[in-house]
């Protein structure tokens, strides 16, 4: 595999000097023949680094030309394919730096990358007349883009929300290439037959693809010290561990006013909001807080006394 740099050779700058195409019969099995179709086109991979831009472009296109002519599965099919990914994985690396600002470690993401090089490495001909960089970075964006996609979503998200943010994200996809920015909202709505609150609606279902942990600090400056994420929430509920215990739950539920049981459904079975029990219940959100830290407290109180 390709370990070793490559620059090109003061040789092939000589006015008039011109690297010499190398054969479609020319075995590249292993370092030595790579090290020699790389001097036919001018290139030296003497000293140890990477291999730059303009050579690595040079030596792909020889190599995919023996690609074509190996028989897969062999010996030599390998070595070539797996060259030309080393060759190009600063695609993938630069496909991948435009999503740094997600959750999920940058190793991930150049590993999903790096399929989306290998897809586009099977895929490409010569005869498309294109650079290979141009064929493949649509493909290994198209992968990444995938990945975080088909992730599975954190919280429950509808169905309905769940296929709306695929079909956005795919709109969202193209019309970038179309327009050179990304659209707005109110473009995606027009392009997709949708009203502008439809949109915003499912461009904020993707949130639920992504949580942080409670135990994350929220400050520190990427030390790991400060507080976690749940000492800074307030805890209005914090009775709430002993709705978990169903069952010997029920018969205290069963002895409560029927305001406070109403209060329970509405917020744990509808699993609606304070605020919007409250304007269910036309009382304040900071009475329907106080009413469940009371019956909540209650709770607890009479599921310890029971144990």
């Known amino acids: 595999m390709l370990t070793t740099v490559s620059r090109r050779s003061t040789a092939a700058h000589v006015e008039g000097a011109r690297p010499t195409e190398p054969t479609p019969a020319s075995s590249v099995s292993g370092p030595a023949d790579l090290a020699r ?13 990477r291999v730059c831009p303009a050579d690595a472009r040079e030596l792909s296109k020889a190599l995919f030309g023996r690609l074509r002519a190996t028989e897969e599965g062999t010996a030599e099919y390998s070595y070539v394919r797996g060259t030309l990914i080393e060759l190009n994985m600063a695609l993938v690396k630069f496909a991948a730096g435009r999503f740094v600002h997600r959750k999920e470690p940058v190793e991930d993401i150049i590993q999903v990358g790096t399929i989306g090089l290998i897809k586009a490495i099977d895929r490409f001909d010569l005869g498309h007349e294109v650079e290979f960089s141009t064929f493949a ?19 429950h998200v509808p169905r309905r929300l769940q296929e709306l943010r695929l079909t956005l994200a795919k709109a969202s996809d193209a019309m970038e290439q179309l327009l050179d920015r990304v659209p707005t909202a109110a473009e995606l709505a027009t392009h997709l037959d949708l009203t502008e609150a439809e949109v915003l609606e499912g461009l904020t279902a ?23 994420l749940a000492e800074r929430l307030a805890v209005e509920e914090g009775a709430f561990e002993t709705v978990l215990c169903l069952h010997a739950l029920k018969p205290l539920i069963a002895a409560l006013p029927e305001r406070d049981r109403t209060l329970l459904t509405l917020r744990f079975g509808t699993e609606l909001t304070q605020a919007q029990i409250g304007r269910e219940l036309g009382i304040s959100q900071m009475h329907v807080s106080r009413l469940l830290t009371r019956i909540l407290g209650g709770l607890r109180v009479a599921l310890l006394a029971e144990s």
């Open 206 to 228: 993707s949130q639920a693809q992504s949580t942080t942990s409670l135990d994350a600090p929220v400050t520190g400056h990427g030390t790991g010290e400060g507080p976690t």
């Open 137 to 155: 970075m649509p493909t290994i964006s198209g992968e990444i883009k995938r990945f975080f996609r088909d992730t599975g979503w954190m919280v």
């Open 37 to 49: 179709l790389a001097a036919d086109l001018g290139i030296d991979l003497a000293e140890p680094a």
